[in-house]
C-alpha cells in the first residue's frame, strides 16, 4: 500500500473505530480517564488489520502520524488489547493522572506598569473568560497600534474574537498574516502559544527591530481560540474533545470537526460524513457557524491587502504543514519556496530547545486532511503561504504540562522571527 493510500486509510476506518469508545464520568462530572493506558501502536506493517483489530474495545484516538497511531484504552480492555500483539510504546501508564498534572486553571495575573499582563499569564492554563480579559488587556496596553475584532458567532453564540494588530502606516495599511489557534477544542496549547506571539509583538514594538519591521510590513489578525463552545466544554466536561459543540436533526452525536468544513476539499479522504466520527466534515462546507464566520473574514482579508501568511495552530505532532492536506500528489505553485522556508523556520524552532520539527505537504509528512483552513487560505482566499503549525509534545500528546507552555512560546517565537522576516 502507498504512503498516500496508508494514510487515508487509517483516517477513514482509525477514526470511524473511535466512535465506539465510551468515556466514564466522574463524581465532579466530568469525564474521568483515570487508569486510561495510553500507547503509540505502531501500524506499518498492519495497517489492514487495524479495522478488526480495535472491534469491541473501548479506545480513545489521540493522534496519528504516518506509521503510528496514539490511543488510550481502558482498563477494562488492557488484557484483550495486549493480545493484539502490536508493536507499541507506552507513553502513559495513566492518562488521569496526567490531565491532573497539568494543574488548576490559573488566576489572572498583575498588570505592570504598562498595563501589561504579566508574564506569569504562561504558567498556567486559564478558563476562557480570562482568554478574553488577556487580550482585552493586551488590546489596551497597545491602544495606537490595535483593535479588538470579532468575525461571528460560535453554535452556542459566543463571539469568535481576537485582535488586529498595525505598524506605522497605520491599520488595514498592509498585507494580512492571520493566525488562529483552538479549532480543536482540547489543543490548549495552542491559545497559550498564539498569546505568546502577541505578547512578544506588544512589549517589542518600541524596542525591537525585528517586531518593528515584522508589524510595519505587514497587519495582524489574530484569533486565539476559534472553537470557544469546544473550548469551554474541554474545560468543564471533558478534557479530550475535540469538535466544535453543534447539534443536528436526526442524530443524538454532537460536534462538527470545523478543520473538515471549508469549501476546498470538502468531504474527502481524511474526513467523514458520520456525525459520530471525530472527523465529522458536517453536510455542507460552511454548515458549522465557526467555520462560515472565520471563511467570510478570510475573503474580506483578501479583497482587501491580501493575505500573505495564513497558520492555523494545532498540537501536538511537531510538524510543519503545507499545502495540501487534500491531496497528496498536487502541491502549491510556490511549493519549493514554502519548504524551503518552512525548513529554515524548522531549525530557528529547534535552537532554544533542540525540539525537532518535520515538514512538508501535510497530507504526506502527516496525513490525508481534506476541508482544512490552510487548503481553503491557499486556493480560496488567494494566501501566499497557507501553513499548519502542529505544536509540542509528542510523548505528552494533548495533556502538555504547564511548565511547557513558556518553553513551546519561546521556541515558535524563534521560528517566527525569522519567517516573517523572510517572506
Not at 493510500?5 to 483516517?11: P, Q
Not at 476559534?226 to 471533558?238: A, C, I, L
Not at 529547534?350 to 505537504?361: C, D, H, I, L, R
Request: with cysteine; hydrophobic share 35%.
Amino acid at each position: 500500500m502507498s504512503q498516500a493510500a496508508t494514510m487515508k486509510f487509517l483516517s477513514v476506518v482509525w477514526l470511524a473505530s473511535v466512535s465506539g469508545a465510551l468515556i466514564r464520568v466522574g463524581r465532579d462530572g466530568k469525564a474521568s480517564y483515570e487508569g486510561y493506558k495510553v500507547y503509540r501502536v505502531n501500524t506499518n506493517d498492519r495497517t489492514n488489520e487495524l479495522s478488526s483489530a480495535f472491534e469491541g474495545l473501548s479506545v480513545v484516538e489521540l493522534n496519528h502520524n504516518g506509521g503510528t497511531v496514539d490511543i488510550a484504552i481502558p482498563p477494562e480492555h488492557l488484557e484483550p488489547f495486549d493480545t493484539l500483539n502490536f508493536t507499541t510504546t507506552v507513553l502513559s501508564d495513566n492518562l488521569g493522572a496526567d490531565i491532573a498534572a497539568e494543574g488548576p486553571l490559573g488566576s489572572y495575573p498583575e498588570l505592570d506598569e504598562n498595563g501589561v499582563p504579566s508574564i506569569s499569564w504562561f504558567d498556567s492554563y486559564h478558563a476562557y473568560e480570562d482568554h478574553i480579559q488577556y487580550w482585552s488587556d493586551l488590546q489596551a496596553s497597545f491602544p495606537d497600534n490595535s483593535e479588538l475584532i470579532q468575525v461571528g458567532p460560535s453554535f452556542e453564540g459566543r463571539q469568535i474574537q481576537g485582535i488586529h494588530l498595525w505598524g506605522s502606516s497605520g491599520k488595514d495599511s498592509k498585507p494580512a498574516i492571520f493566525f488562529n489557534g483552538n479549532v480543536h477544542a482540547r489543543e490548549w496549547i495552542t491559545s497559550k502559544v498564539v498569546e505568546y506571539l502577541l505578547y512578544q509583538i506588544v512589549i517589542g514594538y518600541k524596542n525591537d527591530t525585528t517586531v518593528q519591521a515584522a508589524l510595519d510590513n505587514y497587519d495582524f489578525y489574530v484569533l486565539p481560540v476559534v472553537n470557544p463552545d469546544g473550548f469551554v466544554y474541554s474545560q468543564t466536561t471533558n478534557r479530550l474533545w475535540r469538535k466544535n459543540r453543534q447539534t443536528r436533526d436526526n442524530t443524538t452525536a454532537v460536534g462538527t470537526d470545523i478543520n473538515r468544513n471549508w469549501s476546498v476539499g470538502f468531504g474527502g479522504g481524511g474526513s467523514s460524513s458520520n456525525p459520530d466520527s471525530e472527523t465529522f466534515s458536517g453536510y455542507q462546507p460552511g454548515d458549522a457557524p465557526e467555520t462560515a464566520a472565520l471563511m467570510a473574514y478570510a475573503q474580506t482579508l483578501a479583497s482587501d491587502k491580501g493575505i500573505k501568511l495564513y497558520i492555523d495552530w494545532h498540537s501536538y505532532a511537531q510538524v510543519i504543514l503545507l499545502s495540501y492536506g487534500y491531496s497528496c500528489d498536487t502541491f502549491p505553485p510556490n511549493y519549493d519556496r514554502q519548504v524551503s522556508l518552512a525548513g529554515e523556520t524548522a531549525a530557528r524552532i529547534a535552537q532554544p530547545y533542540n525540539t525537532t520539527f518535520e515538514y512538508g505537504s501535510g497530507c504526506l509528512v502527516l496525513y490525508q486532511s481534506s476541508g482544512n483552513g490552510r487548503d481553503y487560505m491557499t486556493d480560496a482566499a488567494g494566501a501566499e503561504f497557507g501553513w499548519g503549525i502542529e505544536l509540542r509534545s509528542t510523548p505528552y500528546g494533548f495533556v502538555l504540562p504547564a511548565d511547557q507552555i513558556l518553553p513551546s512560546g519561546i521556541e515558535i517565537w524563534e521560528g517566527m522571527k525569522y519567517l516573517w522576516a523572510n517572506l
